[in-house]
């Protein structure tokens, strides 16, 4: 079993960027791929990116991609997502996950075995 610990959330103006850290606590995410995923208010959870623990590819949502980066940090047992140019469409809850998605269902969270408690990211205009 996997347990996720986000980190990194707060509040940051327009424009400005924050550095969201997901880690594998016990170990590491082995071959597992890990998935970052926002909730705002009154709205679906959304699917932003996500990265394979072992072996390469990373993958996108077309609403984020551009702005956020998500990268591993092998010291830490960590994935980062880092977050660009925020604006107040950005202000959620964000959730990280470990899962076994295929190419096509990156984004579908039935595919995602364990989630982190999340990590709210607040932007003011």
């Known amino acids: 079993q996997v347990q996720l610990v986000e980190s990194g959330g707060g509040l940051v103006q327009a424009g400005g960027s924050l550095r969201l850290s997901c880690a594998a606590s016990?170990?590491?995410?082995?071959?597992?791929?890990v998935g970052w995923f926002r909730q705002a208010p009154g709205k679906e959870r959304e699917w932003l990116a996500t990265?394979?623990?072992?072996?390469?590819?990373?993958f996108y949502a077309n609403s984020v991609k551009g702005r956020f980066s998500i990268s591993k940090d092998r010291a830490i047992s960590a994935v980062i997502l880092q977050m660009n140019s925020l604006n107040s469409d950005d202000t959620a809850v964000y959730s990280c996950?470990?899962?076994?998605?295929?190419?096509?269902?990156?984004?579908?969270?039935?595919?995602?075995?364990?989630w982190g408690q999340g990590t709210q990211v607040t932007v003011s205009s």
């Open positions: 996950a470990a899962g076994r998605p295929i190419a096509s269902s990156m984004h579908t969270e039935t595919a995602y075995y364990y």
């Open positions: 990265i394979r623990w072992s072996g390469g590819g990373t």
């Open positions: 016990g170990g590491t995410f082995g071959s597992y791929a």
